[in-house]
């Protein structure tokens, strides 16, 4: 058995040095191939037993028995920090030979568990689509593609991976776990990655930007490295949650306000490059204040209440924090309810126009 195995994985090497030498894959890539530092499956029928120290894993069900998933992780802690992965594959070994196909989706593991104690009852939570996969009666290893897995446990942290059984499935099929010989393995090809480098400007289009409008915040040079993006933020750089991902963002100030881009990869956070907005008060009618209208509750979770002092003829409009209109109604009595119960929740701002098209009035309230 050991020797089969050898000569199994020597075969595999070279089968990887052809592909190397065919493509042009630079021989100052890297190549990595790890053995499964933990891997498991989980029953539904029997969803409180344990079976982290099988020799086999499973993946698939039926309407009877319920569903197999398989979980597997890798330890990446020894991969260099900055990388650019080039291409990344997972090899599992089956061996059964049942006709009838399982279904599986493959996820990404999000939360920490442990072999041994993992079962159906309490397996952890996923994220993600990695592709669909099915199998059916074979020996051999099979190979799914992990590229876009490998970048995201980089990204986000890595937890590993579960193949879930899809109700289409007519049987389970039996895999090598790493206690079983030919365990599950990660095939990885990467380079050495790149440092980003900042944007030198950003600019607003427009500013001064009237009240209750919306402004385009671009930045203009910089360079993004490995696995980076343009992040933004509202009056610091780097705290709280970004406002908007991307080389450009709507926004729609409600005061003077500070904008700041930088980017945030694999490898490196770049400093920031700010902006500041500054607001133009026109077309405000300053007989209207803010006296003259109530809203209420605030914050908010399904009707948002507007009493205004005198009777009003125009419209009523929310937008939320990009700018994007989400509701439009027209006004002419003194209490207006705005129903809000099928929006996210966030920060919104209410504008109230006369029959005119002139802004009167805007108030910024908070959904639940």
Known sequence: MNNLFIISKFRRHIIILIFMLITNVSMAQFYVNKLAETDSFIWEFKAEINYGDNMNLYVGGDTILG??????????????????????????????????????????????????????????????????????????????????????????????????????????????????????????????GNNSNPATTVTATPNPVEVGETTLLSLEGGELGSGAEWKWYKNSCGEGEPIGVGSSVIVMPTEETEYFVRAEGFCDTTECTNVFVDLLYVNVDENYSSKSVSAYPNPVKNYLTLKFEEPLNGYIEVYNILGERVFHKNVSQTINNIDLSNILKGIYFIQIFDENEILLFTKKVLKD
């Open 67 to 192: 569903g197999n998933n398989m979980l597997i992780k890798w330890n990446l802690s020894d991969l260099p920090t900055c990388i650019e992965i080039i291409s990344a594959e997972i090899q599992i070994y089956q061996h059964s030979a049942m006709d009838d196909t399982a279904f599986c989706s493959i996820q990404r593991i999000t939360e920490a568990w442990d072999e041994y104690t993992i079962t159906w009852n309490n397996q952890p939570n996923t994220t993600g689509f990695y592709g669909n996969f099915y199998f059916t009666s074979y020996f051999g290893w099979r190979i799914i593609p992990a590229t876009e897995l490998i970048n995201d446990w980089i990204k986000y942290g890595n937890e590993g991976v579960m193949f879930i059984n899809l109700p289409e499935s007519t049987v389970d099929h039996r895999f090598s776990s790493k206690e079983g010989g030919n365990g599950p393995r990660l095939i990885i090809m990467y380079d050495y």
